[in-house]
């Protein structure tokens, strides 16, 4: 076996060997690199190249600067040939290159390359290959190899060429691809449309949002006017924006539009766009619009279904206001008649009574006398009993006209008139001062005058009753307290306190109209609070109210 004279050094000929071998091949390099893809492009270059007569050294100098290194390959395309400039650029041992094939270092792309090898010698073409490799630090590095074939005597010899590193714009190439897949993965998750348009408002882009609310496909779809979507009656004014946006007359575009769907649906979709140039520097070039449309179908449909429920509601309102205008004439007759028809017989009975009584004088029989005091005390209760009620019903008209004052000072005068009333009486009252209150205060007499009335008249059995007035906070709001230490009554009944003519005692033991605590309820009712009470019977009752926050 004989040695390479590649690899092989003879001692004859140690001290020529390394000037002839890198000048012969810088030669060939020379010969195909600018011959090819110099030369051959531009003949007054190639001819003013012979002129000049560049030497071996600046020949040299061109291929440093023209690539990263130098590599040649033998007819088995097994390279032979890698200058240093492999480890320099790239940190790969140019030793790795030698007697392999291109498929053999790179066995991801085996068959590639060898078919790149293939056709470049049927067709006597340039060869360009990327290789991957991996530098002395585990790094991935892309090596791309330009060359041509080399021919002795009309037989291939193998290529020369020239190596690139070129992992940078690689690893920039898949960064970009991962960057616009992940774009393209987000553009297509969100349930909005995304569109851009050209300078005639036509679509150049949707994303799949497009399909899922229209119906129509991306296909059919481009190329198309984005205002041809939109419901005629829609489309003018559309446009018109559209052209105010691309004239710069106004910054942005934003509408709420109908959107025509395939099946001929409506949906009611929020537009918003701005204009997109070309990126010179007056600006002045529309590119077209880039915006998005959302869909506020459910939003609109809500929002009509609302105005509807308002506008039902005002009719109802119109026809409830109805209702109780009525409802108060009627009352105001009812008191008209009540205060008038009904006082007469009264005034009557009561008279003829008082007649009877004067004119008999001492001839009227016991019992007969009893008789006439008995029907004139059921007049008066009639009377008492009829200004309840004409009470009762002027509630419903009576406009509150709120003010600030002392509740305490309020309820202090309607016990001293009670005491006035019923002089005998032993009672205690405790008041808490200070109460100070924002009410009406006609209302909240007759409501006082009810509640300690009633502690009054039920607690008047006691030799020494008890009665107060007190307040605390309960869930961020005021709540009153009126207590008694009276007869107090069965809780069971406690639903029909409230309401007119129910009467929890007896009215030959406790007189009264069984008005005063529906006329109360409706007072409290009427400032916006609640009223409730808690007793036991022979323990006394608490009636408890708020007005309100």
Known sequence: MTSSPLLAHPPLFASALPLVAPLAGLLLVLVALFAWHVFRRRPAAREASRVAGFDSAELVELLDLSSDWQWKTDAQHRYVHITAGLQEHSRIDPLEFLGRTPWELDS?????????????????????????????????????LVGRPLYHDGSFAGYHGIGRDITHRVESDQSLRENQVRYRELIESVNE???????????????????????????????????????????????????????????AWSAQLRLLTQNGEIRWVEATAHRVDRGNEDGTAPRGLAGTLFDISARKIAEMTLRNINRELEARVRARTAELEASNRELEAFSYSVSHDLRAPLRAIDGFARILEEELGDGLEPDAREHIGRIRKAGMRMSHLIDDLIKLAQLARH???????????????????????????????????????????????????????????????????????????????????????GVGFDMTFASNLFRAFHRLHRSTDFPGSGIGLATTYRIIERHGGQIWAKSKPGEGASFYFTLGR
């Open 108 to 144: 991801g792309e085996a068959l590639a390359h060898r078919d790149a090898c293939q056709a470049s010698l049927a067709q006597q073409a340039p060869l360009n290959l990327t290789l991957c490799r991996h530098d002395n630090t585990g790094r991935r590095r892309y090596l791309e």
């Open 193 to 251: 449309i995304i569109f851009r348009t050209d300078e005639s408002g036509r679509l150049t882009f949707l994303n799949r949002g497009w399909e899922t609310i229209t119906g129509y496909t991306l296909k059919e779809s481009l190329d198309t006017a984005l205002v041809d979507h939109f419901h005629p009656d829609d489309r003018t004014a559309a446009w018109h924006q559209i052209s105010l946006v691309f004239r710069q007359e106004i910054p």
């Open 399 to 485: 406009s509150l006209q709120r003010e600030t004052f002392d509740l305490s000072e309020l309820a202090i005068q309607i016990i001293d008139e009670l005491r006035r009333n019923e002089p005998d009486r032993r009672v205690e009252v405790e008041i808490t001062r200070d109460l100070l209150v924002t009410a009406d205060r006609g209302l909240m007499q007759l409501a006082l005058q009810n509640l300690l009335g009633n502690a009054w008249k039920f607690s008047s059995r006691n030799a020494v009753a008890h009665i107060s007035l007190t307040a605390k906070r309960d869930l961020g709001q005021r709540v009153f307290c009126i207590t008694d230490d």
